[in-house]
């Protein structure tokens, strides 16, 4: 969910994506929270919350 500028995150209906869903959306959201996550606490990968 990374966008070409550095500390940016997309997603939903952000993205440009042949299926526009609620489900979708809220998939979108987390991943791209996650990354948010990643890039702020500069880690190597993404870290779940239940790991």
């Not at 966008?3 to 489900?23: E, H, K, M, S």
């Amino acid at each position: 969910m990374r966008t070409n500028v550095d500390g940016v995150f997309a997603g939903g209906d952000a993205r440009l994506t042949p299926i526009n869903q609620v489900v979708v959306s809220a998939s979108d959201g987390a991943i791209a929270a996650m990354g948010a996550d990643q890039h702020v606490n500069k880690r190597s990968k993404m870290k779940p919350q239940y790991s």
